[in-house]
Structure formats: C-alpha cells, structure tokens
C-alpha cells in the first residue's frame, strides 16, 4: 500500500449502561467496552480514536463526530430501541455513500444501524454463557490476518444459528458451542458503496475484549471496512444524463441538476 | 416437484397514476401496468392474481391483502414519498420471515419497499430513452427460463451504472444501451427467509410490459419468490434456549417464552 | 411450473467396493449405497432412476449412459484415484455446459468430478464417528424443503473445517460435532451453466442414507441441480461474431463456423 | 497496514510470440506485453518483478520460480494447448494453498491456469476491435481504487456475453461496445486459500496495457491478489484428527501423521 499520513479515524460508539450498573460488566470493562477496545486499537499510529455513548449530548454521535469518522465500531444491548431514527439514517447513508464503514459486535445483530444498513431481522437463538470454539474459515482474507486456524473462547454468550440475516459476501468465522449449536460469526457484507463487518464475541459479562484474536479481528476489520480515499465521487443521487447539455440549459429545454452523457466523444445524437 | 393444490397468491402494486393522467401511459395501460402483467400471469393456473393501488383504500395492501399474499410485485415511480411507512415496515417484514417474495420493477429500485428490504439507497444514473438490449447471463437459472440469450427492448428508458445496490446473489441480467451505458438488470438477494428479484423494464410509457420475454421473467420470478410451503416455523422474535425448560418454569426461574435445548437427548448438563 | 411429461434422469454413481467387503457397510447397504438412494428416489414418479458402480464396463458411465442423465449423484472414498480421467472430462463438461446437474456425497469432496467442476483441492480435516447436529441455515431454499431448523446424526464420520473450497454461492447447512468442530455441510454452486450441491453426510459404515432428513436433502438437490430445459442453446465454444456475415462467407471473408451478429436491425456498420 | 520490508514479488508470464510476429502487436509491445506491464509495476517500490515466456526454459516457470512468486500475472492467447499441464498443476495448488495470487488478462479467460482454478470452460463470444467503455461498479473495493467512474478504451477486442464463468464472488468491472455487447469485464474468485482477479482488457494489437487506468487495476489487482503473509499454516493434504494422539501412537493405535484434536483442554474423551 502506498504510505499515506491520513490516519483511519475510528469511532467506538457504545451503549455504555451495564458497565455502570453491572458488577461482572464493571470490574471487566471499568471504563466501559468501547475504552477497552479504544485502548488497545490506539497503539496502532494509524488510527485515531474516539469514544462515543448513548447517554452523551447528541447520543454521542453529533454531526461534526460523525462525519468526521472513517469507520464506526457499533455495540449496543438492551437500548436499542433509544437510538435516535434520525441518526439511524444518517449512519446509514454516511455507509451506502462509501464515507464510513460499519463494525457491529456481538448484540449489535439487533441494533438500529445494523438492521437498517444490511437489511435484516438480525434475529438469532440465545443461550447461557459456555465455551465456544472460533473457527477462521478463510485464512487468506484480510480480516483473518494473524488469527490460527481456531482458538477457545472460554465463555461466551450463546448465539447460536438459525441467525437471520442476508447471505454474507464473505463468511469468515464459525463457531462451536458446547450445547450442540453453531454460529456464523464473523462475515462481510456489501451494500453500495460501504463495507460491513459483523462478529459475535462481546458479552458484557465476559472477557472476549481482552482476547487477543478477538481484538487482532477488529483491528483487521477496521482496515477492511475503512473506506477507500481514493473511490470516485458518488452523491446520494439519481442523475439525469443528456445530451448537449450546455446547450439545452442555456435554451431552457433542461436543468442544471442533469449531468453530462457519458462520453460526448461518442457523437450520440441528441 | 410435488403436485400441489394450493396456489401462488400474487398481489400487484401500481402506484396507478401515469395511467390516467398521461396520455402514452393511458394508451399502452389503459387498466394499469399492473393489470396489464395480471392478465398475462392470470393465463397460468397455479396463479391467483390481486391487484392493489396506492389510491386504493389502506393504500390497496389492508392487512387482509397483505396477510394472504404469497408474491408482491410492485411498480412505483412517482410517489415513492407517500407510501406509508408502517405499510412497508409490514411488508418487509413479511419478506425477511419467508412468507412473501417480493419483485421491484423498474422504478421500484427507489420505492421505499425495495430499499428497506435489501438494504440500499437503490441510487442510479437515468436518461432518454432509447434501444436496450437485455442480455441473458446465467441460463440455467429458473428466472432465465424460455429466455432466449439476448432481445431487443426497442424503447425503454435508460437505468445505468453505477447502479448502488448490495452484491447481488445471482446476477441473472444485464443490459446495453444506445448511448454507452450498460446495468445490472436483473438479480437476486435473499434476506433472512426472504426471497427478492428486481428487474430494470418497465417505464411508463414504454411497451415493456407487452414484450414476451419481460413477461416470461416476472413469471419465472413469481416461481422462484414463492415462498417454500414446507420451511420450517419461523417467528421474529431471538428465542433464549434453556436447560431443563419445563422444570425451570414450574420453579419460576425461566419465562415461557423461552424455548427447549436443542437436543435434550444430548443429556447436556444445566 | 408447468406440468410436463419428462422425467428427471438421475444416475447414481458409487465406487461401491465397501459394501463388498466390510461387514458394517455390506450390514447397512447390502445393494449398495447407490441402490439405497435410487430406491428412495424411485418412489416419486418424477424421477427415472439407473445405478452406476466403479467396477462396472466403462466405470459405469458409457456415453450412452452419461449423456442420457441429467442429474449425476457421485459417493466414492478410497478409489478416487481410478476414476479414468478422460471420463471426468466429459462429466465436466456435461456439468459445464448446463446439461446435467452434479450432487457430491460425503467423501466425494475428494472426488476427482468435484475437485475439477467446481476448482478446489476439497481439503478438510476429518476424524472419528461421533453425533453431528445438523443445522438448517437457509430455510427458504429449495434444498431446504421439509428440512426442521436441525436435525441430529446419530453416528457420521467427522468432516470438519477448514473445508478448503471456494466460497458458495448458497449455504445452507452447517454442522456440529461433539469434540469441537463445525462444518459447511450443505452448500450449492454455480459454474458456467451448471448446478451443483454437496452434502456431508453419509459414511459408508453409517446410516446416514436411512435418515429421512438426509434422503429429502438430497431428493431437492436433485430438482434443484436438474438442468432448466427451457434454457437457450449452448455449445462448448467461443463464437467469433461478425457483420453481415452471409455476404461475407459468399464472398469468402467469413467461415461459416461464425456467427451473426446481435441484432442485425441495430444497422451496424461492418 | 503494517509497514513491512517484504516485497511482494510479482512474475508476470506471457506468451510472447504475437510481439515477434505480428507487426502491430510488435510497434506496440516491443519487448512484450509483459515487459510494458513490468515496465509500470516496477517503478513502485513494493514490487520485485520477474519476467516469463512460453518460450523459456521450463516454459518459464522453473521451481525455483514459482516457489519465489508471490502473484502471478497471466497473458496467453494462441498457444494455451502447449502449456505443460503437470505446470498448470503445479500453480493450481500453489493458487489454492494461499502461497500466490493469479491474475488472468484478456483472453487468459481461456487458458488452462485459469479454467483450472476457477473451475469454467471460460468461454465467451467475440469480435472485431471497437469502443469498449470500461464501467466501475464497485467503487469501494480496493481493486476500483483510483479508477474513474468509467473510462473509454478507443480501441479493443470484443469480448461479450454469455461469458461462461462461476458467479463471481465480486463483479466490480462491466463493459460496454458499440455492436451492442456487454460484458461482465473484471471480477475476483476465491478458491481455497486463494484469490483470483479476472481483466478483460490487452489483446495484442490494442495499446490498452498503455493505459492509465488499466495499468492501475493491474498495480491494485496484484495488492488485493498478494497472500497473506499471516495466514495460519495451511498444507496439501486431509488431517485426520485423534484423542490422546501421542498415546495411541505409542500403542501402535495411530499413525504420526494424524494431528491433535481441536483442544485437548475440553478434556473429550477418546
């Protein structure tokens, strides 16, 4: 890759509630799971980071933070439904147009952003805590840099299929749990001009965010979604195409919102 | 497959209004597009055909309508913004738990339905219209079935890349246009249990709709979007497994909408 | 789909050496795994059913043979090897050229057929009999017709990731294994104008082919890849297209072997 | 990304006998298609580049070549019969191990690495040379990187639809001529451990590989195509998986060849 100065900026939103008020969750998150993943992502010099919760002004996510991120890290639980619609679209658009990518972890299956973005119910089957075992199906993509062929996560949630969502571009992960079910646990997913990245680990009573491979995952996956800077322009728009367009504006015959035809070298008639 | 009384349910949406106020719509659909596509799918008699308007009373989809459909195809174009929002969160639903198939056509790739299902801002680049030649990319697809490897659409309206959409599933079609374009004309997505087909002919004043082959694909696409009668159960709601679900209940620990083990006979612990 | 009087000719093909020799396998499949199937099959009028067997003149497949099938289910294990290698050529091509649908069973994941058709070393990770929960990932899929959210084996044969194939274009089951392992165990794909599908289950020591989910899995997979025959002509060949061409081949500019171009009304200039 | 002192070492293969026969193709390609391509990849400093002709000893690719190649880039048109095929075997498995990246141009759609990969005859339909417009649909994938919404090629080979191929995982390039074809013109596949980018453009009397653009998604093509350095250790072969490994081959009971179970600590028993 060529070397470039410009750092991917990361905004880590979280819904930040049972770190305050749950002790399992407090005493392995104290300064909530987003700083954890926040700490350990700062290490890399090309990331620049942020933290956001849904109990800051503007739900974290004013218009100056969010069009200044480059990849949006997503986890929320039990407060989904507060998340505000209109914020809702906006994180959707700022994907569709290629101007962020989106990370959903563990219970962000159900959140706004994630629902709205892919398309989906995000449902899934649920269960107690219990070993699961991650398993890297595609080592040869990017996400799956660094990460072995499995590794244990000694306790983890159940999420277990059948897991409602579209059939991913590229599915990454799948996972094992004791009780006999299985998982697709970390896949992409494209739409418009945005990259999409969903990954199972993250109960809020585990400690799957001081997991090594769980953290070189999102590492890898913010490289992955974040979006390309050097993508031709697109706006969130239906262009018109004419022909002769100058010509047509200045005799009233088209507006000035209508675009050039493709190659007026062509010689297409009007 | 297996003989089988039961017919495919389908309801045609048309905004409806072209047709009666401009005079080459009125001409070339004098009842509607969608009465036009209704009667040639009413030929067939695994079919049973509705057709629904948005001036129609509940916007022509009461849930009556709605809960007996099988296949919704829909045809907007104008007044995309007046589709009632909790409508097509109800039929977006429908489609993501498998009991309806749903088929955009035309100027659908930015109705409200099509977007919220698939997850897009459906944006494209349009123009004049003019000779498009639809080519058939994957023969041995149910969809292309009958469809010879390319026809000639003389007048249609130009859709054209970049066309913003999710990967398709199956790319099925594509098509050239006169002035140097071409599009990604017809494919499919599947999202949860739901089956989707979007399809480019079909402008207003255009005789698409009178054209074998387009008729032969919505056909096919009818078949194909169908819902499977033997899938299993599948509610919208993230069911919590537990152990011991009936003991646990009689001893108020476990609600009861919370379901079974996956195997109890896997003697899992609790 | 329209009522028609052609049958599905399904040819089951099985190296069929184990059924001879080892006691457990001869137990369970006295005629043969192959015949076990094709017994099932036969029952629905839509299928014509004939046997093919390694040891048999031609390896089973005379052209005579292979040429009036259209879909080829494939079991062999330890004599991958002998399998004649101009003979997967023509079942490559068959497959190719969109006349004859392919279903790999358990241990023809090593298959030479499967390896050539779909591009891939099939390599996975295998081990001893254990319980294998079966996991419906795609209840709207055809292959999924009458299949419950998941069912458990009993006794099968480990086959457990990293499966090294290309990524699907459907996934549809994933399993589970008691010591830890999952799998993709159903998935489908697409090459040139060809269906495929492969399934894990079905050691030759197991009953896998008595369980009435593994015989309806595979009773749609044979719908499923049966080859559209409404589907426009294609030959194996790369058609040189030019202008004008019957002038040009009375002028002796043009071989006949070439063909005309798109659309001779478009007025293409030669 | 990391900053690495690696190189990714490119070897790009070529017929070369159209640049000592054909005058066009000689004015054009003096040292070679391969040399001009080299030519521009060399001037970035990521890149070590080989060069390799039919005509070479080894048809170019001795051992220790291959083993030293990172991606490799493939122009072949008239001679694809005389390539070896225990060579074509030989980057087959290299392809699928994850140890090198195949990039296939122009009418490399027909050669035998390449059919052999992807698993397709590659057959497609073509003509005289004509405008083809080069159509980006996929803006944010790395290989779109720095190219423009579309692009016109003055002068190419027609290479058109149907185009016998899988469904690609990413379709990001389309094309348009002017005798009214398309074409599905740049694609990626994923088989195994491996990554495959398909480009229509190059035939031997168009200057195509003296475009910018072109040039470019051949320089972005080999960066997404490059193994990962990091992949965990993947081999040729089907492990079999034991409990209590070491002990049993002590007692004779298994071979060294077998591997450990996913996790001893989840204490299975044998």
């Given at each position: 890759m060529e070397t470039t100065e410009r750092k991917i900026r990361v905004t880590l939103w979280n819904e930040f509630r049972h770190e305050k008020t749950n002790e399992a969750a407090k005493a392995l998150y104290p300064e909530g799971i987003h700083a954890c993943i926040g700490k350990y992502l700062a290490q890399f010099p090309q990331f620049e980071i942020k933290l956001a919760a849904l109990d800051d002004p503007d739900q974290g996510l004013p218009d100056e933070v969010l069009n200044a991120t480059d990849v949006l890290i997503w986890w929320g639980h039990m407060a989904h439904g507060e998340v505000n619609d209109a914020l809702v679209t906006k994180i959707q658009?700022?994907?569709?147009?290629?101007?962020?990518?989106?990370?959903?972890?563990?219970?962000?299956?159900?959140?706004?952003?994630?629902?709205?973005?892919?398309?989906?119910?995000?449902?899934l089957t649920w269960g107690r805590e219990q070993r699961e075992i991650m398993w890297n199906?595609?080592?040869?993509?990017?996400?799956?840099?660094?990460?072995?062929?499995?590794?244990?996560?000694?306790?983890?949630?159940?999420?277990?299929?059948?897991?409602?969502?579209?059939?991913?571009?590229?599915?990454?992960?799948?996972?094992?749990?004791?009780?006999?079910?299985?998982f697709r646990a970390g896949m992409t997913f494209l739409r418009d001009a945005g990259r999409i990245f969903y990954f199972q680990p993250g109960h809020e009573t585990c400690p799957s965010f001081h997991n090594p491979h769980v953290l070189r995952v999102i590492k890898n996956a913010v490289l992955w979604t974040a979006p390309s800077e050097e993508k031709y322009e697109y706006r969130d728009e239906c262009p018109h195409v004419v022909q002769n367009l100058a010509e047509r504006i200045a005799a009233g015959k088209a507006k000035s919102n209508m675009t050039d035809p493709v190659f007026t070298e062509l010689g297409i008639k009007d």
């Open positions: 658009r700022r994907v569709y147009l290629g101007k962020m990518g989106f990370i959903a972890l563990h219970s962000a299956h159900h959140s706004k952003p994630f629902r709205a973005i892919v398309g989906t119910t995000g449902n199906l595609l080592p040869s993509h990017p996400i799956a840099a660094g990460v072995p062929k499995n590794f244990l996560i000694e306790e983890e949630e159940l999420y277990a299929e059948p897991f409602f969502i579209p059939q991913p571009n590229e599915l990454i992960f799948g996972s094992w749990y004791e009780d006999g079910y299985i």
